[in-house]
Structures are given as C-alpha cells and as structure tokens.
C-alpha cells in the first residue's frame, strides 16, 4: 500500500498539540517564550530484554535506568511544548511563523517516528485531500520514501537515545522523582520557565555523564487502585496521583479507580489540557 501526502494548510495538526521536543529543540522554544513542561512515565524492568525484542529495546533506548523502593524500572521523560488551541507560531493564513526553527516533530508529520506505530490517514487530522494519490508518495509498504523526511525521522529517533541520560539528570537536578506506569498516563512537571532553562543547558553540558551518576529513587503515581497495589506488592514505592501538595500533574489515560477504604486519596480524573 502506497500513501501519498500534500499538506492543504489547513491548520488542524497546529492546534491542541503536545509537541516532543529534544533538549536541544526545547531550549529554542523557551527562548522564544514558549513553555515546557516534562511528561514522565516508567516501566518495570526486572531483567534485560534480548536484542531480538525489538519493542523492548526501543523502549531502552529512550529511558534511563532507576529504582522504584527495590524495584528495577526504567524512566522515560519526554519535553513537551504543549499548548491548547492555536500553536503560538501558527499566522493568520495558517503558516508556520517559525517554519526555520519548527520542531523536528512538526517537521516529520504525518509520518510517525515510533518504527512501531503504523501511518494511519484516518488518525490524523489533515482533511481527505491532502491524501490523494496526485500528491507526493510518502511511504510505500509501510517504509518512508520521502528521503529528507526518513533522514528526519532518524535525527529524531538518534536525539532520544542521546537526551536520555541528559533527562535522568535534568531530573535530577530539578529534584523530580514521580512517574505514571507507562500505558497508563504521565506524571506532568511544569516547572518556570527561567529555572527551566538553566537546567537544560547544564543538563546539555554535563548530562552524557549521567549514565554513571548513581540514579535517584523514583515513585509511581496511579489513579488506580489495582495499580497502587500491584506495584507495591513487586516492591514499588507507589502511591495515588495528587496524594500531597507536591505531588506533580497527572495525565491518566483511564478513569479513577479507588478501593472502599482509598476514597481520600481519589483524584477528579485524568488530567487534561
């Protein structure tokens, strides 16, 4: 199946976004008065996997090992610029106010950067014009075609696996601890934006040596039950989302689940922007 692609500016993919950004992308976006925030979620991960799991060694190759109390996991922190509504860069005639400096994400789009994450027309929001077969091809049999596009895609796929040890100390240094179950939400930190910004740069300087810092202990978050009990019965240090005053956002993707006992500690429900 070949799926071709002409962009019709229609401006729908600029709108309502949570854009993953690498350091070295969210420092231009702070610079030009964006905000960012940190999305953090971790797996468990008691032994390693082999080569030939090729879904678990891409999982590695983004995150960073840790602890949860006595529990191996792996942490995986995202930069997202996140807006609600029209991009802040997004003009009038629905172009890119920032098309030289726009994101490696916003760059690649519609095609996926996640090898495990099929392009699907349907789940995008560009209007069925923008895929007829006039258009430029953009993949053939799921592969993309599009040379400056996969070039992209790789840039972007090579930024993960460099920034993630930059991440463990970013978090570090910010003093951020909690992560959602991965599948199961994110934990949000939305730290000022000057503050910020300082520890990215130091994160860019001295976060290749990160992987022999010894790593801080995590937790996880939930607004689930079954998950607080899960993860605690493994050895996690677990507890519910918004359980105290420093507890960060939490972006869930099911609704709260608590048990008779639990009912104080419920969140409202899953985050949203």
Partial sequence: MSIHFSCTLCGRCCHDLRLPLA????????????????????????????????????????????????????????????????????????TCGAYDRRPRVCRIYPAEVNPFVPLDPAAKACPPEAWADSGPLLTRAGKIVDADTAALVAQSREANERDRFG???????????????????????????????????????????????QPHDWRFITNRSSTLSNLRSIGATAGYAQDSDDSPGYLGFFDAETGASDQRHSPDGPGTL
């Fill in 23 to 94: 350091i070295d992308e969210a420092l231009v976006w702070l610079a030009h008065g964006g905000d960012v925030q940190l999305f953090c979620d971790a797996i468990v991960w008691p032994q390693e996997p082999p080569e030939s799991d090729a879904l678990a060694q891409h999982r590695r190759r983004r995150s960073f090992g840790a602890h949860s109390g006595t529990l191996p996991i792996r942490v995986t922190v995202t930069l997202v610029a996140a807006f609600a509504g029209a991009c802040p860069n997004l003009r009038a005639d629905m």
């Fill in 167 to 213: 991440k463990a100390y970013l978090c570090a240094l910010l003093g951020y601890d909690a992560a959602a179950l991965a599948n199961e939400g994110f934990a949000i930190y939305a730290p000022e934006r000057s503050r910020l910004e300082a520890a990215l740069r130091e994160a860019e300087r001295s976060g290749a040596q990160a992987d022999e810092m």
